[in-house]
Nanobody, 123 residues
Framework: QVQLVESGGGLVQAGDSKRLSCTAS????????MAWFRRAPGKEREFVAA????????HYSDSVKGRFTIARDDAKKLVYLQMNALKPEDTAVYYC????????????????WGQGTQVTVSS
């Protein structure tokens, strides 16, 4: 059984940066494709970014491309989401997810999820 725990959320101003972390326990982390999704108020959970095994490839949604960076540290079983130039529309609960497919951009492809961490961007 794999457990994922996100951290690093909070309140920031537009234009600020923030880094989210997701730590995994159980399983063999290096075998998994990891991703970040988010759910804004009143909206469905949407894909943000994914990173392949061994970090050989990354994939981003158009809405965050050029502003967000996903990274992983297999030794520490961590996946990060560095968010720069934040906008009010980035306000959401951010979730990390685990899958065996890359790049998987729909929620049905993901086996495990964390509980989420809230990011609020004020204008």
């Amino acid at each position: 059984q794999v457990q994922l725990v996100e951290s690093g959320g909070g309140l920031v101003q537009a234009g600020d940066s923030k880094r989210l972390s997701c730590t995994a326990s159980g399983g063999t982390f290096s075998r998994y494709v990891m991703a970040w999704f988010r759910r804004a108020p009143g909206k469905e959970r949407e894909f943000v970014a994914a990173i392949s095994r061994s970090a050989t490839s990354t994939h981003y949604s158009d809405s965050v491309k050029g502003r967000f960076t996903i990274a992983r540290d297999d030794a520490k079983k961590l996946v990060y989401l560095q968010m720069n130039a934040l906008k009010p529309e980035d306000t959401a609960v951010y979730y990390c997810g685990l899958t065996s497919r890359y790049p998987a951009t729909t929620t049905v492809d993901y086996t495990y999820w964390g509980q989420g961490t809230q990011v609020t961007v004020s204008s």
